[in-house]
């Protein structure tokens, strides 16, 4: 039987909506939910026995300083016992609060994105403490919003085209960072493996077994063929992390990931996203085209071979797919989506 998490949970007659959640080693999963009332999040454990437990607000055992950031802020993220995101009073500034000891290679990842990001517009590192990275708010809309707007659309299509030549200038000419990890094919087959292993966990059925076959069947397509030369890569991009100002032009934001990678796994993960929006109903068919013709122009100027996006972007449906099993709010999708890829 699918082990499910609820919508909600509920404190001191406020109902926090569940809005992801993470999958532990303990049987149980991690999650964040969100008020209503003023937009702030806390983290919480579920656990099939005892349900969704809220934790303290604006606490975290494994964040020891988090509380102390918290204070001056609006807590925007928080993921239970990996790290958080606190946005200033004033909007100016985020702060990003990780575990002790794990801020130094924050900080040199975001230092190291000359490469990857040097077309955009990119966070500004203000202030560094032991566990907590602070940076200026990059102005704009994301991608994400604009394209659920509809009285957005030329605003949309400038943003588009912003993006796509301010990501042909910065990785068209970047050869690999030596400072950057390398994460090839092989990598992203054992994240697909991983994720199929984290869901069959939550449900032990005769349908696991077919989870864990596509999930071959995907990896093997990542590292079968010739792979493209490996440069700077995002390795998260995604709508939500490209943002337009018609001021200040295209922006990008949240560099953690970044690798030496194929450019083929940055536009299929964009174009796996934008066909979750569609299905999300959060764009329209017309818009998601327009923007997948757009990812397609680009790696055709990069040269990069079509059938390596594809391979890409299968690991990244198929990883979309079980990511979402744990937000409740869409879980029902990704179960049809899952259901599709295994066919």
Same mark, same amino acid.
């Given at each position: *039987? *699918?082990?499910?998490? &609820? &919508?909600? %949970? $509920? $404190? =001191? !007659?406020?109902t926090w909506q569940i809005e992801r959640a993470w999958p532990d080693r303990r049987s149980g999963a991690t999650f964040e939910a969100r008020a209503g009332h003023d937009g702030q999040v806390r983290g919480g454990r579920w656990t099939p026995s005892s349900g969704a437990v809220l934790g303290r607000f604006g606490h975290d055992d494994q964040l020891p300083d988090l509380a102390a950031t918290a204070r001056s802020g609006w807590i925007v993220v928080h993921r239970p016992g990996r790290r958080a995101v606190v946005r200033s009073a004033d909007g100016s500034n985020y702060a990003k609060v990780f575990r002790p000891g794990r801020a130094v290679a924050a900080v040199a990842a975001m230092q190291n994105v000359e490469g990857l990001a040097s077309a955009f517009l990119r966070p500004r590192i203000v202030a560094v403490t032991r566990d907590v990275v602070t940076c200026t708010t990059v102005p704009g809309r994301s991608l994400h919003d604009l394209g659920a707007d509809p009285a957005a659309g030329l605003e949309w299509i400038r943003a588009w085209f912003a993006w796509r030549s301010a990501w042909v200038d910065s990785i068209g000419s970047a050869p690999a960072d030596p400072s950057l990890p390398v994460h090839d094919a092989f990598a992203e087959a054992a994240i697909v493996r991983s994720w199929a292993a984290k869901l069959t966990s939550f449900n032990p059925s005769a349908a696991s077994s077919r989870l864990v076959q596509v999930a071959d069947r995907v990896a093997a397509g990542l590292v079968a063929g010739t792979a493209d030369a490996v440069r700077p890569a995002h390795r998260d991009l995604h709508d939500k992390q490209i943002l337009w100002d018609s001021s200040h032009g295209s922006g990008l934001i949240d560099f953690d990931t970044a690798a030496n990678a194929e450019p083929a796994l =940055?536009? !299929?993960?964009?174009? %796996?996203?934008l066909a979750l929006r569609e299905r999300q109903g959060l764009l329209s068919s017309a818009r998601r085209t327009h923007a997948a013709d757009l990812i397609d122009s680009v790696a055709d100027e990069l040269h990069v071979a079509p059938e390596r996006v594809n391979a890409y972007e299968a690991a990244a449906r198929f990883r979309l797919g079980c990511l979402y099993a744990f937000r409740p709010r869409w879980a029902a999708l990704a179960a049809v989506l899952r259901a599709e890829i295994c066919r």
């Open positions: *039987m *699918m082990l499910s998490l &609820p &919508p909600s %949970a $509920d $404190d =001191d !007659g406020t =940055d536009l !299929g993960n964009l174009r %796996a996203h």
